[in-house]
């Protein structure tokens, strides 16, 4: 079953803690994303990364970080300094090229993340 | 500044009904425009994907078109259903394999 897993579904996290926030592909994809989406607002995008061990910021990349150490898998870390981190975060990939489809993306379910 | 707008914010309609959601942008040379659903609390799902040359395409019930010298797509829905109360986003790419601008969304609710 083709698809991108986003765990945990939901998240609690008290102030000045790290968290991982984990995004797995086997869609053999090979761009990965993450956005943040908060109320009312489109989606912000965090990071990305179009090849394995390559990543760029994207709009909003401060107080996060990731790792793109294998395709299938690129987690983000929301760290402390990340001054509102409570939102709801997608992950997505691409599966590039220049064929018609290659610029679609594909989403995750997403996790929601709270701080306490 | 690359912005994408959708307007109305929301939009509630009787079952049955055609509608037809916007979307503008600023910066007209795209490279293609995706529309896609979100039902609450769950993630993006791809709708329709307009390259740069293209006006429309269509998907079912769904067509939506692509006037790029006015900075406009539109996302036609055909004979409305409740099943089709979601949140719908559009989103521009500049270049092949660019991150997409995403517009802020229209919820749209269908009465039965």
Request: with cysteine; charged share 20%.
């Amino acid at each position: 079953d083709g698809g991108i897993t986003q765990s945990p579904k939901y998240l609690f996290r008290k102030e000045g803690q790290n968290v991982t926030l984990s995004c797995e592909q086997n869609l053999n994809h090979d761009a990965m994303y993450w956005y943040r989406q908060d109320p009312g607002q489109g989606l912000r995008l965090i990071y990305y990364s179009q090849i394995v061990n390559d990543f760029q910021k994207g709009d909003i990349a401060e107080g996060y970080s990731v790792s793109r150490e294998k395709k299938e898998s690129f987690p983000l870390t929301v760290t402390s300094a990340q001054k509102n981190p409570t939102a709801f975060y997608l992950c997505a990939t691409r599966p590039g090229g220049t064929y018609s489809g290659a610029n679609v993306l594909t989403f995750g379910a997403g996790s929601r993340l709270t701080v306490l | 500044k690359q912005e994408v707008t959708q307007i109305p914010a929301a939009l509630s309609v009787p079952e049955g009904e055609n509608l037809v959601l916007n979307c503008s942008f600023t910066d007209s040379a795209i490279y293609n425009l995706q529309w896609f659903r979100q039902d609450p609390g769950k993630g993006l799902t791809s709708l329709l994907l307009i390259q740069s040359s293209q006006r429309e395409q269509t998907s079912g019930r769904l067509n939506a078109s692509l006037d790029k010298s006015s900075g406009r797509s539109t996302l036609y829905i055909a004979a409305s259903q409740p099943g089709d109360s979601a949140t719908y986003l559009c989103a521009v790419c500049y270049n092949q394999g660019g991150k997409l601008i995403f517009g802020q969304g229209t919820e749209l609710s269908v009465k039965p």
